[in-house]
């Protein structure tokens, strides 16, 4: 691969995304204006109390809700292209702000079950893969499947309770991770504390995901031609497997863990509510309920902008580990 | 209003309390300037004016004469701001926290939390008793159970249905105790008399007979904050019908068999047998999925079809907002006691935007505002109480079913609180103390304070 062509190529890459936020954009905008509801009757009725049609009259106007709705789309399209996401309608605080005060948490706990993942699911995929129709096999397999049919809320419920009933029958006294999130770099300890559970919980799902995919790729690759005829030249197997076996079968992995990882982001609204966890899959669903039009384009903007560039990302990965994909 | 007595009184920024500000708050509340929404000024309708003639004294002119002046001076949302800076900015509380109470605001995590440091110079020397507090925002009651339960949390002042108070208890053999209080919350259902048939009496009436309150509340207070069976009015309150009085209600008759006879009678009278409808129903579990369920199988009893449509709160809201739907949860909760204002939301549409039943009834408005002038305390009940018959039995405009219970856990170490009526109330925690040794270096209850 000369230099030349690994630039066009990521060029061409970086070229397709700005229709695809654009195009993100106006479906977040206008399909949030489908939803029934209004911020304003949220807003000023919420507690039961009565209000006057003035009042809600000032409330849309002072949200801007009062405008035509292309004012509104291109209000919010010019916002974003100079990377103003708004204010909240709902707290009147930035949106940046609420979503920066999120972030570290879904951040955290994504990083720390991807690394739970990839520590589980490469191994015992190769290992699976190697042992095909085995009792391992089999094993390793049940285990994927349990994984990927467990819904990770009851995982989480049910993680909890066994601490809890855990400590309380060893120790006398019940315990639980704190439910008031620190930062990693304020309490390292605490922070981990908090994050490990909900990260074993997602990581198991997300590991079982892995794991085939690793194995259904390693059982692909170990019936090439290459490798058999580094088995004819006498290689020794654990070096088939890492640098031919491994290697090769890693493309659609990679894939496979990018997606997840991304999804992980703003994709665990029941974790964090079962471990109370601010994140911003909570903080998504919450500005839905509130018909907070701001906050959720800019939460929704987020997580497109973090799939788009972990696509990329993946594309130059693989741009790179292959070179056919980028002469393609 | 004499505010000379206890002298001293300030803001958390050091600056004196005095009348002009409480005058220029209330008046914000009660006569909002343009641009500010109030959407408690309904509650001081009978307010002509307010003023501060000197820093110690605040008059307060009332148009008439009525009872329900002092409870609504006393809600815990009347909150009072310095006037100079409500002068130069109406809004500058919507985003700022101002108050001259036990704690002083130590800051606010999104979602996660708030926090409150001593304030030393509280007016009342001697409180609060604890150095600081931390409020964690817990959505689902099974977190909040769980903190309870190892210590992450020492209680949680809404409340829980006795099923998981038991749990609770079973849990912390010894280390939690409970305090209980009737609610100044119910829920019901609204019946929309725009959409046909149910612009007909008697089928209003047939539904809310329909309803087995007296049978269902010892189950349904098990699992559900729904507790006990009355009307419109708080239970506790001295203008609440008595059970005498209730029980000559339609949907209140002691034999539910006989009410269920008579709203199939008026059903097949009303050409509406076997009707058909939808429940609009909101996402939230306590009380209102309970609520919910349990009045399509009420209903199934006198041959309705009926299905729920649960939604989240925004949408549920818009629904009844906009009439879109037939029949519909909701209710009203309020901090404090005060049925002359509470029972505004039952007022026709045209006079309370809360009132999702949409129809007009001149008479209801007549018996409101002749209970409301009423200074008698006897014929003020009197009045109450025709105005509830009109309202449940005689119009059956809304179906009312049961008021809520509070059952709050403590952990065992935690002292000085006392429930009331309203989770709005008593949360200043000024008199809360703690038991050894989670008081750091004390040894005993703390001196009573001045």
Redesign the interface.
């Known amino acids: 691969m000369t230099g030349d062509d690994m630039y066009r190529y990521l060029i061409k890459r970086i070229l397709l995304i700005v229709p695809t936020l654009f195009g993100a954009a106006t479906l977040v905008f206008f399909l949030m204006r489908l939803?029934?509801?209004?911020?304003c009757?949220?807003r000023?009725?919420?507690?039961?109390?009565?209000?006057?049609?003035q009042?809600l009259s000032?409330?849309h106007a002072a949200l801007g809700l009062d405008r035509p709705l292309w004012l509104q789309f291109i209000h919010f399209i010019w916002g974003f292209c100079r990377l103003d996401l708004g204010t909240s309608m709902w707290?009147?605080?930035p949106v940046a702000y609420?979503i920066a005060?999120?972030f570290p948490v879904s951040l955290e706990i994504a990083v720390f079950a991807t690394v739970i993942a990839v520590i589980i699911a490469i191994p015992l995929g190769t290992i699976s893969a190697l042992k095909q129709n085995s009792w391992t096999d089999l094993a390793v397999r049940t285990f994927a499947i349990a994984g990927i049919a467990t819904p990770s809320f009851w995982i989480g419920?049910v993680s909890?309770?066994a601490v809890?009933n855990l400590t309380?029958y060893f120790f006398g006294?019940?315990?639980?991770p704190?439910?008031?999130?620190v930062s990693v770099w304020q309490h390292p300890l605490r922070s981990m504390s908090i994050v490990i559970l909900p990260a074993v919980t997602v990581g198991y799902r997300y590991s079982a995901v892995v794991m085939r995919m690793t194995r259904s790729a390693m059982l692909e690759v170990l019936r090439e031609d290459y490798i058999r005829t580094a088995r004819a030249k006498g290689l020794v197997n654990r070096i088939i497997v890492n640098r031919h076996g491994l290697k090769n079968a890693m493309l659609p992995v990679v894939t496979v863990i990018g997606i997840e990882f991304a999804f992980l982001i703003g994709g665990l609204v029941v974790t964090e509510?079962?471990?109370?966890l601010?994140g911003i899959g909570?903080?998504l669903v919450?500005a839905?309920?509130?018909?907070d039009y701001t906050l959720t384009q800019g939460i929704v903007m987020l997580i497109v902008t973090i799939f788009v560039l972990t696509n990329l990302v993946v594309d130059v990965l693989y741009a790179w580990l292959d070179p056919r994909i980028r002469f393609a | 209003m004499d505010l000379q007595d206890p002298p001293g009184r300030q803001f958390h920024n050091g600056d004196p309390l005095t009348a002009a500000d409480v005058a220029a708050s209330l008046n914000e509340i009660a006569f909002p300037p343009k641009g500010v929404l109030s959407p408690r000024s309904d509650n001081f309708m009978m307010v002509k004016d307010i003023t501060a003639p000197d820093p110690g004294t605040v008059v307060i002119h009332l148009k008439f004469a009525t009872t329900a002046f002092l409870p609504a001076l006393a809600d815990p949302f009347n909150w009072i701001y310095e006037k100079k800076i409500l002068d130069t900015d109406p809004h500058w509380y919507e985003q700022h926290i101002m108050g001259s109470g036990p704690f002083k605001f130590a800051g606010y995590q999104i979602g996660q939390s708030i926090k409150g440091v001593r304030n030393p110079d509280y007016y009342h020397k001697g409180l609060p008793y604890l150095d600081g507090f931390v409020g964690i925002f817990a959505p689902k009651q099974a977190v909040q159970l769980d903190a309870i339960r190892a210590d992450r949390a020492a209680t949680e002042f809404r409340g829980y249905p006795p099923s998981a108070i038991d749990q609770l208890k079973e849990q912390l053999d010894g280390q939690i105790k409970v305090q209980t209080s009737d609610w100044n919350c119910t829920l019901g259902a609204w019946i929309n008399h725009k959409k046909k048939p149910f612009d007909d009496v008697r089928v209003r009436r047939a539904l809310t007979l329909a309803i087995d309150r007296w049978g269902s509340a010892p189950g349904l207070s098990k699992i559900a904050v729904m507790h006990t069976v009355g009307s419109i009015v708080f239970p506790g309150s001295p203008l609440a019908p008595s059970k005498a009085q209730l029980e000559t209600l339609a949907g209140f008759w002691p034999g539910i068999n006989k009410s269920r006879a008579e709203a199939r009678r008026l059903l097949k009278e009303a050409g509406a047998e076997g009707l058909s409808f939808e429940l609009l129903n909101r996402n939230v579990d306590q009380p209102y999925k309970y609520l919910g369920t349990w009045l399509v199988d009420q209903w199934s009893k006198i041959g309705l079809h009926v299905t729920q449509r649960v939604v989240p709160t925004g949408p549920w809201f818009a629904a009844l907002r906009s009439g879109d739907f037939t029949v519909g949860t909701g209710g009203s909760c309020h901090g404090i006691v005060n049925p002359p204002i509470d029972v505004q939301t039952w007022l026709p549409r045209s006079v309370s935007s809360a009132n999702f039943g949409y129809y007009d009834d001149p008479k209801e408005i007549d018996l409101y505002d002749k209970m409301l002038h009423e200074t008698d305390p006897t014929k003020q009940r009197a009045d109450m109480w025709n105005f509830v018959k009109w309202v449940l039995d005689d119009q059956a405009h809304f179906i009312e079913t049961m008021w809520w219970y509070r059952i709050v856990p403590l952990r065992s170490y935690v002292n000085g609180w006392k429930i009331g009526p309203s989770h709005y109330l008593n949360q200043d925690l000024s008199t809360i103390w703690l038991s050894p040794p989670h008081c750091g270096k004390c040894t005993a209850e703390p001196a009573p304070a001045l």
């Not at chain 1, 006294?173 to 639980?176: G, H, I, N, S």
């Not at chain 1, 704190?178 to 999130?181: A, C, D, E, H, M």
């Open positions: 939803i029934p509801g209004d911020i009757v949220i000023l009725g919420s507690g039961g109390t009565s209000f006057t049609e009042a000032e409330c707290s009147g605080r609420e005060t999120r419920i909890l309770l809890l309380q006294q019940p315990w639980m704190p439910i008031n999130y509510t079962v471990f109370n601010n909570r903080l919450q839905i309920g509130n018909q």
